[in-house]
């Protein structure tokens, strides 16, 4: 089958950006390792200038503009790590640069992309949108549209990261790469299957966002909802990516929100490296189904780590509450003096550190010699919170948990 781009494609685009560009680290994970029961080795991507895999595939694009080309400027849509990975670099060649991006794209993505010198538009509330306003933009303005992943010298570009891979560790069994347009994985698949045939390309897309295996059957898909993978939130898989993908990729797994954000908060703890949440889908597609990579080798790509400071915050915290190491209770106690004293002492007894309290007693659901209290509290994890809980109802109190 002919494809779109070739080993030599790929490894020309390597020599190209070669002395612009930072190979960035692929390391061996000995606590991933040990917790998924494969070889776990990870790429990270995210410690590009711009914070991801992006600059690659863009800067392959314009170091091939004509003089002319160059002159006029570039255009390009963008969720958000493409539009910086743009900018940047038409920034240090000298080239214009105009991108369009939703009108949601989180904010750090928007002031990154400004402070790379490129003019942001803010148009639609889906990439769709955008792409459709941005060929308006280019039209108008004459200037060279550069595809976030339906371009060969984009793919060529992202596919530099295989041949990278594959030199670090040679006898990788599989690859585990995020999918959104598909310019990432067919770029690598390319490179990996011409060095190594015998290695497994695996894609993962988010549950709300499968574009590509609608794409690989021929029909429309059904992307829906918010999700804090938006860097692979992507309605439609490329054209010629999607080829690619039907030759060369073995499987695609989707993931759930919760495994997103369990692979975000894993590599902050144990990496103590910040991934978005597009940037840890390969991580959460090997913790979601161990049994599949159990005992081989397997290569991760960290996309990307360009989240936003809040949302970060917020995924730290709701997985200290999956982990039940932060707890809420509610407790019903009598309305005197003494009453929340005698439960914080117990909490305080056993070792629990109080968050937060909330002392209800003007509630009409609630009897008038009566309080409710709601309470918050952290401990060192799951077990110590259920003694803490046991001793609160040892104490002649009744709480119900209301966050597990």
């Known amino acids: ?88 670099h038409a920034h240090r060649l000298g080239i214009p640069a105009t991108i369009v991006m939703p009108r949601h794209t989180p904010f750090i993505k928007v002031e990154h992309t400004r402070s790379h010198g490129a003019e942001v538009i803010l148009h639609g509330d889906t990439l769709s949108e955008a792409f459709e306003y941005a060929q308006q933009v280019m039209t108008a303005r004459q200037l060279t549209f550069v595809h976030p992943y339906d371009d060969v010298a984009v793919i060529a570009g992202q596919g530099t990261i295989g041949l990278e891979m594959l030199a670090a560790v040679p006898e990788l069994e599989a690859l585990v790469v995020p999918i959104g347009g598909g310019g990432l994985i067919s770029g690598i698949a390319v490179a990996a299957k011409a060095l190594s045939p015998g290695i497994e390309i695996i894609g993962v897309q988010a549950e709300s966002y499968p574009s590509m295996p609608a794409a690989l059957k021929g029909e429309q898909a059904i992307c829906h909802g918010n ?60 913790l979601a189904q161990p049994q599949r990579f159990r005992g081989r080798k397997v290569g991760l790509v960290l996309s990307g780590g360009n989240i936003d400071p809040r949302l970060l915050a917020s995924v730290i915290m709701r997985e200290l509450v999956r982990e039940q190491r932060i707890v809420t209770l509610r407790i019903p106690i009598f309305d005197q003096p003494g009453a929340l004293a005698r439960v914080t002492q117990v909490i305080g007894d056993r070792g629990g550190n109080i968050l937060d309290v909330f002392h209800r007693r003007l509630s009409s659901n609630v009897p008038a010699k009566s309080a409710t209290l709601e309470l918050s509290f952290e401990a060192r994890d799951a077990q110590h919170a259920g003694e803490i809980v046991a001793d609160v109802r040892a104490a002649g109190f009744e709480p119900t948990i209301l966050s597990t």
């Open 1 to 88: 089958m002919s494809l779109c781009i070739s080993l030599q494609d790929v490894r020309a685009a390597q020599d190209r950006i070669a002395d612009q560009l930072f190979a960035t680290p692929c390391l061996q994970s000995r606590t991933l390792s040990k917790l998924t029961g494969a070889q776990v080795y990870i790429k990270f991507e995210n410690l590009q200038f711009t914070a991801s895999f992006k600059e690659r595939g863009a800067l392959n694009r314009l170091l091939q503009l004509s003089a002319a080309e160059r002159q006029r400027g570039v255009c390009t849509m963008s969720a958000g790590n493409h539009g910086q990975a743009v900018a940047y």
């Open 227 to 286: 999700t804090i993978a938006e860097g692979i939130g992507v309605k439609s898989a490329g054209m010629l990516t999607r080829e690619v993908v039907r030759a060369l990729v073995q499987d695609i797994l989707l993931v759930g929100e919760n495994d997103l954000e369990h692979g975000v908060a894993l590599l902050l703890n144990v990496e103590k490296t910040v991934a978005e949440g597009a940037g840890a889908a390969s991580l959460a597609a090997v």
